[in-house]
């Protein structure tokens, strides 16, 4: 199983990216998927989740409004969209997938049993 991360970068307050992560060997429509971030000297933190048994999706409080999480089971892929990024947005993003779940989707890492590499997120101006 192989969770490949990319889309980070450096953009401004203000600006948008969208990250994308690839999966082999695993199906993400089959499969809660979990987006989690880790800034400089920080702990890695939850960030949204979208459910493996419906397109539900969820969002911690600061990104609501903010990021939206998708899934192409075609493309098997995960993606997502950041709009009005922050400097605090500043971080490495890391796809995670979650084999077990039988429905729904967690916010907690120890939930996910596979994990990308991560893409680095930068926010300045």
């Known amino acids: 199983v192989q969770l490949q991360a990319s889309g980070g970068g450096s953009v401004q307050p203000g600006g948008s990216l969208r990250l994308s992560c690839a999966a082999s060997g695993f199906a993400v429509g089959y499969h809660a998927m979990g987006w989690f971030r880790q800034a400089p000297g920080k702990e890695r933190e939850w960030v949204s989740c979208?459910?493996?048994?419906?397109?539900?999706?969820h969002y911690e409080d600061f990104a609501k409004g903010r990021f939206t999480i998708t899934r192409d089971n075609a493309k098997n892929s995960v993606y997502l969209q950041m709009n009005n990024l922050k400097p605090e947005d500043t971080a490495v993003y890391y796809c995670a997938g979650d084999p077990d779940l039988p429905r729904g989707c967690s916010s907690y890492m120890i939930s996910y049993d596979y994990w990308g590499q991560g893409t680095l997120v930068t926010v300045s101006s």
């Open positions: 979208i459910n493996n048994n419906n397109n539900n999706t």
